[in-house]
């Protein structure tokens, strides 16, 4: 088999496996045990759960984040995002991929257990990025200069106070979550302009390195003319 053909086959088969664990994890979490007692339901063996995800639980909650990232990407394929202005991009991408998981909230709530482990802190960044990466371009950013960093760590934060606000919201159709996620974009999208202001400020302030040195030149003016 292919290299190509073997990752394919690997993908599909812990994309079924995380499936298959999800009515399992709100009673036994993101756990290799989860993972062995659910590898049938997937068609798998229980030893299979170990030689797809060898770190374990990080390492399971890591593709359960992947899986939801390429889901997003293809509900999003089907949205006429080109359309929208680009907060409304990114608010449409945000919503599509928390809504699609409205009945698993329990497990990201495991799954964020999972994640704040100190150990697990370099790989729950990195999934973060994935996810942040992926709604940047699929909202189409071309940004190859420091700005690329900047959005990707403003979303990055838009994306997370959002989540966790939606974990526990109970209004009607998570309507509040939604109001929550719109006001925290419009704050991201006022720093540019307020940065703006900032630099302009300073291009006409006057320097204090200058004006410090004017002034020993004029006191030592002074001082010879005494």
């Known amino acids: 088999m292919r290299d190509g053909a073997m990752e394919d086959r690997l993908r599909r088969d812990r994309d079924a496996l995380v499936e298959a664990m999800l009515p399992h994890v709100p009673f036994d979490g993101w756990t290799p045990g989860c993972a062995r007692r659910a590898a049938a339901d997937a068609g798998l063996e229980p030893e299979d759960a170990g030689r797809l995800f060898p770190a374990g639980p990080i390492d399971i909650v890591a593709h359960y984040c992947d899986l939801a990232d390429r889901r997003m990407l293809v509900a999003l394929a089907e949205?006429?995002?080109?359309?929208?202005?680009?907060?409304?991009?990114?608010?449409?991408?945000?919503?599509?991929?928390?809504?699609?998981?409205?009945?698993?909230?329990?497990?990201?709530?495991?799954?964020?257990?999972?994640?704040?482990?100190p150990p697990h802190a370099a790989a729950a960044a990195r999934a973060l990025y994935r996810t942040v990466d992926a709604i940047w371009r699929v909202a189409g950013d071309t940004a190859t200069d420091f700005s690329f960093y900047t959005k990707r760590g403003l979303l990055a934060w838009v994306y997370t106070s959002t989540l966790l606000y939606w974990l526990d919201d109970e209004s009607e159709g998570q309507a509040d979550s939604w109001a929550f996620l719109d006001r925290r974009i419009g704050e991201v999208l006022q720093i540019p302009k307020i940065r703006g202001r900032v630099e302009r400020a300073f291009r006409f302030a006057p320097n204090p390195v200058r004006t410090a040195r004017a002034f020993r030149r004029g006191a030592a003016q002074f001082r010879a003319r005494r």
Do not use: K, N
């Open 79 to 117: 949205r006429d995002l080109p359309s929208l202005r680009v907060r409304d991009r990114i608010a449409t991408a945000v919503r599509v991929r928390l809504e699609a998981h409205a009945g698993e909230r329990v497990a990201i709530r495991r799954a964020i257990a999972v994640t704040a482990m």
